[in-house]
């Protein structure tokens, strides 16, 4: 069974080291004509190394740039933070509390009762002045946050009796 053995070792010895050859002069072909770049504008190996100049060139003005644009952000950051400047929010003017520690009784206003007034005092909203200012994008804001009550300003036109209870009326 094994007696053709040392013919087979002997020819498969030759196959691998052809094999081997063939690799090498086809990867030294493959590999061995690349330019090697070591550094900026030093380029080695065949071939015009004006590419890599300006490459080179464009990576530094980049970098620059950069810095420059790093520079402006954290001056803007630092002008920004002494102004103190906060978001500007969405809607009409609200106050944190009612102007002289007292406030409008908005139940004055026809469709105003006690659980919606609480609810317009959360949202920023004591007096008849501030109601009576509402533009209509600012009405549209507060139906909005009114939860379950949306509607209710237009419907029971809370701006023009928060006008006449604001210059000292009584509305109809």
Known sequence: MFRGWNFLLGEIWVLIALAALL??????LIWGRREVVTGPGDVTGAGDDSEARRLAGELEVCRAQGQEA???IAALETQ???AQVAPVEAGPIRLSAPKGGQADDLK???GVGPKLEGLLN???FWHFDQIASWSEADIGW?????????GRVTRDDWVAQAKV???GGVPD
């Open 142 to 150: 507060v139906d909005e946050n009114l939860e379950t009550f949306k």
């Open 23 to 28: 690799g090498l002069v086809v990867g030294w």
């Open 165 to 167: 209870l604001a210059a």
């Open 108 to 110: 004055l206003i026809k």
């Open 80 to 82: 920004l933070a002494a």
């Open 122 to 124: 959360q949202l920023g």
């Open 70 to 72: 790093a520079a402006r």
